[in-house]
């Protein structure tokens, strides 16, 4: 084991966690994470036997064990949370507790100790409806689901320890993620679209005309690891993370659905219309830190369709990869 203070990640054992951990570990890091395990184990299951990895299975909504997981730590990612608008609505209590107060309180506890770096895995769906403008960090939020309105709250109450010993937030505001993870996830809707096409050979796309900002989950992955190490942005520590090249109508998902899955049929649903539009600018995150993203969205149906094809994604299917 190496002897360098390890990162602790919560929510490591989800479907951004578990992509992020290996890359962390090959980069040499030791990692502590602290999941309860909602979805099982499956995405921590390959690296069983770690030396360098340390797995807590704890509710983050009990504030005991916050000082043991940042026990020895300068540096959180925090991403466990209950993730999407259906998952949120299905239990209420439970996702304002942990997407707000508990993550809150955490960070808190965090800040008193003595951590320094805690990054934030936030949503740019805290923008709810963005109407034709394109979205800037500094743009007005409008949260439109009792899941963007919890993550919101839980921005402004880190933004609130700024000045707590050495705190140093970092808030990402992630795009909507796709690709291949070992926790695989199918509510996503480039996931799901690709599961439908190869499975089904039929697609329905609902509305069409939202906007929505796409990107892949190892690019977040990448990203969250440079908040790491990235000097934090001088006035607000908010940071979109996608690529400009990668806003999407919903509409626009056709062609590439087309291209990839040859002879799916796709019916576009005319639908009163989904608020939830949002259109979204990365300069920030490219100006400051240089990130681009390194996948496109036409590279995740590939790899998605062929993992399918393969059969290497064992009854994709299943309610087990979705949140609710
Ligand atoms: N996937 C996306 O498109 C997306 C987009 C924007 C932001 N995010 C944010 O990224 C983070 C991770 O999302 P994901 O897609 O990996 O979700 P996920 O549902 O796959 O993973 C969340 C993990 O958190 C754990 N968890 C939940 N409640 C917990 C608790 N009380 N204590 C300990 N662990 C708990 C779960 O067991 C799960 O392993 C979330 O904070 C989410 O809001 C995700």
Not at 101 to 120: D, E, L, M, P, W
Not at 194 to 217: D, E, Y
Not at 285 to 311: N, P, Q, T, Y
Request: net charge negative.
């Amino acid at each position: 084991m190496n002897d360098e203070r390890p990162v602790l990640v919560t929510g490591g054992a989800g479907y951004i966690g578990s992509v992020l951990v290996p890359m962390l570990l090959e980069q040499g890091r030791r990692v502590r994470v602290l999941d309860r395990f909602l979805h099982g184990g499956q995405g921590l299951e390959a690296l069983r036997g770690e030396r360098d990895l340390e797995v807590l299975t704890r509710d983050l909504r009990d504030p005991r064990v916050h000082d043991e997981a940042i026990e020895g730590v300068d540096t959180v990612i925090h991403l466990a949370a209950i993730v999407g608008d259906k998952a949120c609505a299905q239990n209420e209590e439970v996702a304002v507790q942990t997407n707000w107060t508990s993550t809150v309180a955490f960070a808190r506890r965090a800040a008193a100790a003595g951590v320094r770096r805690f990054v934030f895995a936030s949503t740019c769906s805290v923008y709810g409806e963005g109407r034709d403008e394109i979205l800037t960090e500094e743009s007005p939020v409008r949260p439109l689901s009792l899941y963007a309105e919890t993550r919101r709250h839980a921005e402004e109450g880190l933004l609130e320890l700024i000045g707590v010993k050495d705190f140093e937030p970092v808030l990402l505001r992630f795009g909507t993620v796709y690709g291949l993870s070992p926790r695989m996830r199918f509510d996503l809707v480039v996931n799901l679209l690709t599961l439908h096409a190869v499975q089904r050979g039929k697609v329905s796309i609902f509305g069409g005309k939202q906007w929505r900002p796409f990107v892949h989950v190892r690019d977040i992955a990448r990203a969250l690891e440079m908040a790491l190490t990235e000097p934090a942005p001088d006035g607000s520590p908010i940071l979109n993370v996608g690529d400009n090249m990668e806003n999407y109508q919903l509409l626009d998902l056709r062609e590439e659905l087309e291209a990839r899955v040859p002879g799916v049929r796709i019916e576009v649903v005319p639908e009163a219309s989904d608020p939830r539009t949002y259109r979204v600018s990365f300069d920030r995150i490219e100006r400051l830190w240089g990130f681009r993203a390194s996948k496109r969205v036409g590279d995740g149906i590939e790899e998605i369709a062929r993992a399918l094809r393969a059969g290497s994604i064992p009854d994709p299917e299943n309610r087990r990869y979705v949140n609710a």
